[in-house]
């Protein structure tokens, strides 16, 4: 693995880097097509390699480069002893020509290249032009490369390497057989860094190296370079305490700290462990990042707890984050998610970034309830639906006013039903049809709420509602059927359900309801109030819709 050179020190990144496919790491969809194509000998004449940083582009362009090359080649095992390949490898070979597409990126550069392509090579089999951030070039640039990559010689291979394809042209990229290089998984990025410290005699265990690997984003490039500056400042041998100070905020209990006070809701805490990052010297935008990554984490467990992508992670992490993360809900990590990932563009611009990220920070603590307004009007439609809170999933033994975080066990309550055969007394048991509705569709169980105490009269059971709006809801057919149902589950005989309004809700003699009754109905209805408070509008008029069949007696 040892790259020859006369240099004394070779840093980890280069003296590393895989000088055969098979030492690809991450990347088997892209070395497998190479591969079989040296093999067929269906090389193409141009190769578009897409892809983050550090995952290896520049390297495999190097690899086919030798393999093309190399004396015993075409090979997909190059041998990287003979001159062919080691002038590759220490960057001399007079037939592979490395240009930086960002330093020159002109006119002038792509002709002189024109120019070149004509000669054969001097050593190897192939002349090969590997042209790194491609989509730098200008576009003059590329339309003078446009005639050359359509039809190159035969002795001429183009290896394109670029961060952001889609500013390279179309017509550039339908010239190209292009290949999307993936980030590298966090355990493969910490299993290679591991063969390095036991094959150089370091001593890194294996929690620093996780930290290590989930810091570098995918990137093997990143990650080694960070394990570099770990064993430098640690003399060769490091802990995961010892690499918090160079990891900054990453790595560091603070992110977790402040994550878990916004997810209890706790005011107090969050200002004072935002405080304690700020005095720290923690910069605002490293703590947006470091959040929102941290925030995804939890995401990405609440989904699916035995995730690969979180193997990286010290056991103790995993555990803070199986801790926060437990019963949450999707959509409420997502709101989280959105509120800081928003907040990052005005804090760049603001003067006072402290101050503004502790607002956002605060907000996010103050999540109690999340819907969509999709789901809202379909509640409204169908007159029934439990409203769950922020950061818990709606599920039937949870009450709908709790705050955002874990589950909370309710106390069992006693069953108001009677054994069969028995009867039971409405007005007294009203109060457990309510909570016994509250588990099947919250929404109608807080309309009752407003209810007064009913009247039980020769088998009808009379409910005064606060407003029409209330009553109709009530009325609506699934609603009706539900209470109807309960109310003989209670007392094993047939009740029928009748109800009146409150005479001071009457219509005025146009047929429109009273101005007050808007705020009535803003105020008493909790998913109209949700609508409302969600959109920041407000109900300026009510229109009635045709009442559904049943007796409604005038007071």
């Known amino acids: 693995m040892d790259e020859k050179t006369s240099e004394g020190y070779v840093v980890i990144a280069r003296k590393w880097r895989p000088f055969t496919f098979d030492e690809v790491i991450g990347q088997e969809h892209v070395t497998r097509t ?8 269906r090389v193409a004449h141009a190769y578009l390699f897409c892809g983050p940083r550090g995952v290896g582009k520049t390297t495999v362009a190097r690899v086919l480069a030798k393999s093309l090359n190399c004396a015993e080649g075409p090979t997909v095992k190059p041998c990287g002893e003979c001159p062919v390949c080691r002038e590759i490898a220490q960057g001399t070979s007079m037939d592979v020509i490395e240009i930086d597409g960002a330093s020159n990126r002109g006119i002038d550069e792509i002709r002189n290249l024109r120019e070149s392509v004509r000669y054969a090579p001097v050593g190897g089999k192939r ?35 670029t961060t952001q394809p889609l500013k390279v042209p179309q017509t550039i990229v339908s010239r190209c057989q292009r290949f999307d290089f993936r980030r590298i998984p966090a355990d493969l990025i910490a299993a290679r860094l591991e063969q390095i410290c036991e094959t150089e005699g370091y001593k890194c265990d294996a929690g620093a190296l996780g930290v290590i690997s989930q810091r570098a984003d995918g990137s093997m490039r990143d990650g080694q370079s960070m394990l570099e500056q770990i064993l430098a400042f640690s003399g060769g041998s490091a802990t995961e305490e010892d690499i918090r100070p160079i990891m900054g905020l990453r790595g560091s209990e603070t992110v977790s700290r402040i994550a878990g006070a916004v997810i209890r809701g706790d005011e107090a805490d969050v200002l004072k462990l935002t405080g304690e990052a700020f005095d720290g010297g923690i910069d605002p935008l490293d703590l947006v990042g470091a959040l929102t990554e941290w925030i995804r984490y939890l995401m ?20 803070t984050i199986a801790g926060q993360a437990d019963n949450m809900d999707t959509q409420y990590l997502l709101t989280l998610l959105s509120m800081i990932a928003d907040a990052e563009d005005r804090i760049k611009r603001a003067t006072h970034q402290r101050y503004l990220l502790e607002s956002v920070i605060l907000r996010m603590a103050n999540v109690k309830f999340i819907a969509r ?35 909370r066990e309710r106390a069992p309550k006693q ?14 048991s009203w109060q457990d049809v309510i909570e016994s509705l509250r588990e099947t569709s919250a929404s109608l169980a807080s309309v009752l709420d407003l209810c ?78 949700s609508l409302v408070e969600s959109l920041g509008g407000k109900v300026v ?12 007696p005038v007071n």
């Open 34 to 41: 190479l591969k079989n194509a040296i093999q067929s000998g």
């Open 127 to 161: 002349k090969v032009y590997i042209i790194d951030e491609v989509h730098m070039l200008t576009q003059e640039a590329f339309n003078a490369l446009l005639k050359t990559i359509e039809e190159p010689p035969t002795h001429v291979v183009f290896m394109f390497a």
């Open 300 to 319: 990405v467990f609440s989904i699916d707890p035995e995730t690969r992508e979180l193997q990286g992670l010290t056991d103790d992490t995993r555990k």
């Open 373 to 407: 307004v999709a789901d809202i009007v379909e509640m409204l439609k169908k007159g029934g639906g439990d409203r769950s809170p922020a950061g818990s999933s709606p599920k039937k033994d949870k009450p709908a006013d709790k705050p955002a975080g874990p589950k």
């Open 415 to 428: 069953d108001p039903r009677p054994a069969a055969g028995a009867t039971a007394d409405i007005v007294g």
């Open 452 to 529: 007064e105490v009913p009247k039980l009269l020769e088998g009808v059971c009379w409910l005064q509602l606060p407003t029409a709006f209330h009553q109709s809801q009530v009325l609506k057919g699934q609603n009706l059927r539900i209470l109807t149902e309960e109310l003989r589950k209670l007392t094993n005989n047939s009740v029928t359900v009748k109800t009146t309004v409150k005479a001071e809700d009457r219509k005025a003699r146009d047929g429109s309801p009273k101005a007050d009754d808007v705020t009535a109905i803003v105020e008493n209805d909790p998913v109209i109030k």
């Open 541 to 552: 008029g009510i229109r009635r819709r045709k009442e559904a069949a049943g007796e409604q």
